[in-house]
């Protein structure tokens, strides 16, 4: 199989070419018109040829595309793939709201799409399956990742809202792909959402909350972009009681492996995710994020205060009784 990549603006297409390869694809050649040090340190990893031009990349006709260019660039991307009529799946966040999402969805029934390697993660389909058909009466999900990445010169666009999306869209989609796995193509109804910033100094937000209904079941979201390890959890509740699940933080937990297999099967041919579920992911993260912005004085940097343990109260990392921790 020979696997094409246009944009290489996060750490996936590295992962993604490296399980492709394990597998015994080649990769035909690397396309990114924005970022060229990582272009070139693709190309040396992989063995594969620098193209100048996305026109340049699809005349190598490879079998499929891996498309995880900046998001600006995702659209245009996909389009040009499918008017060449080679298969793209597209890693990341596609689109950062409903103008740049409303042209994917008029891309041709056969260009396929997805965002997030977590919906492929082995423990989250078990968990799903293991759910046999019981009635779930509320979803909650988790997602956490450190925005500091985001928040360097060479990434700051990650963080523009009006551009990528910012922390709502890029660590959102995994949280709302999560929810699409327990209740597939689910449209959610926006209840309340909140978000602050904190003192970081992102230009979106460090972290938000919402709450939904989704398909009649009441749904609670909290996507974090605060520090320390990354963390995608569910919990679910049925008549059977509460259902829980940690994802394990490694490139197979994650669902990175079962990535590459759906990649080889769109080069065969196979739909690994109907894009009518991708739809509704993007649709639910853009009004999650919206709804969180529309009242900018609300929650702002002031927000946070520090937590103080009453005198005398011992603490458990054997600091001094009656000091302050965050």
């Given at each position: 199989?020979?696997?094409?990549?246009?944009?290489v603006?996060?750490?996936h297409?590295?992962?993604?070419?490296a399980?492709?390869?394990?597998?015994?694809?080649?990769v035909?050649g690397v396309?990114?018109q924005d970022d060229?040090a990582?272009?070139?340190?693709?190309?040396?990893r992989f063995g594969?040829?620098?193209?100048p031009?996305?026109?340049?990349l699809?005349?190598?006709d490879?079998?499929?595309?891996?498309?995880?260019p900046?998001t600006s660039?995702?659209?245009?991307?996909?389009?040009?793939?499918?008017?060449?009529?080679i298969?793209?799946?597209?890693n990341?966040?596609?689109a950062?709201d409903?103008a740049?999402?409303a042209?994917?969805?008029?891309?041709?029934a056969?260009?396929?799409?997805?965002?997030?390697?977590l919906r492929?993660?082995?423990?989250l389909?078990?968990?799903?399956?293991a759910l046999?058909g019981?009635?779930v009466?509320?979803?909650?999900?988790?997602a956490?990742?450190?925005?500091a990445g985001?928040?360097a010169a060479?990434?700051?666009?990650?963080?523009?809202?009006?551009?990528?999306?910012?922390?709502?869209?890029?660590?959102?989609?995994?949280a709302?792909?999560?929810?699409?796995?327990?209740l597939p193509g689910?449209?959610?109804?926006i209840?309340?959402?909140?978000r602050t910033?904190?003192?970081s100094?992102?230009?979106?937000?460090l972290?938000?909350s919402?709450?939904?209904?989704v398909?009649g079941?009441?749904?609670?979201?909290?996507?974090?972009g605060?520090?320390?390890?990354?963390r995608?959890?569910v919990?679910v509740w049925t008549d059977?009681?509460?259902?829980e699940?940690v994802?394990?933080d490694?490139?197979?937990?994650l669902?990175?492996?079962?990535?590459?297999?759906a990649v080889c099967?769109?080069a065969?041919g196979a739909?690994p995710?109907?894009?009518r579920?991708?739809s509704?992911?993007?649709?639910?993260?853009?009004?999650?994020?919206?709804?969180?912005?529309?009242?900018?004085?609300?929650?702002?940097r002031e927000?946070g205060?520090?937590?103080r343990?009453?005198r005398?109260?011992?603490?458990?990392?054997?600091?001094?009784?009656g000091s302050?921790?965050?």
């Amino acid at each position: 199989m020979r696997v094409a990549f246009a944009g290489v603006a996060h750490s996936h297409p590295f992962s993604d070419a490296a399980g492709l390869v394990a597998r015994g694809a080649r990769v035909a050649g690397v396309w990114d018109q924005d970022d060229p040090a990582r272009r070139r340190d693709f190309s040396a990893r992989f063995g594969a040829p620098e193209l100048p031009g996305l026109a340049d990349l699809l005349a190598l006709d490879p079998d499929v595309v891996v498309a995880t260019p900046r998001t600006s660039r995702a659209a245009e991307v996909a389009e040009a793939c499918a008017g060449a009529g080679i298969p793209v799946f597209a890693n990341k966040t596609i689109a950062g709201d409903a103008a740049a999402l409303a042209r994917w969805e008029a891309l041709p029934a056969g260009a396929r799409f997805t965002s997030s390697v977590l919906r492929f993660a082995p423990a989250l389909v078990a968990f799903e399956t293991a759910l046999g058909g019981e009635r779930v009466h509320a979803v909650e999900v988790h997602a956490q990742h450190d925005i500091a990445g985001f928040l360097a010169a060479e990434r700051r666009w990650q963080d523009e809202p009006s551009g990528a999306g910012g922390t709502l869209m890029n660590i959102g989609v995994h949280a709302w792909e999560i929810l699409d796995v327990l209740l597939p193509g689910g449209r959610a109804e926006i209840r309340s959402a909140v978000r602050t910033t904190g003192d970081s100094q992102t230009s979106s937000e460090l972290l938000g909350s919402v709450h939904a209904v989704v398909e009649g079941i009441p749904v609670s979201v909290t996507i974090a972009g605060i520090g320390g390890a990354d963390r995608y959890a569910v919990r679910v509740w049925t008549d059977r009681g509460t259902r829980e699940l940690v994802l394990p933080d490694d490139a197979d937990g994650l669902g990175y492996g079962a990535t590459a297999d759906a990649v080889c099967a769109l080069a065969r041919g196979a739909v690994p995710v109907d894009p009518r579920r991708t739809s509704a992911v993007y649709r639910n993260a853009i009004a999650a994020a919206e709804a969180a912005r529309r009242d900018e004085g609300f929650l702002g940097r002031e927000t946070g205060a520090a937590l103080r343990l009453p005198r005398g109260h011992a603490r458990t990392d054997g600091d001094d009784a009656g000091s302050e921790t965050t």
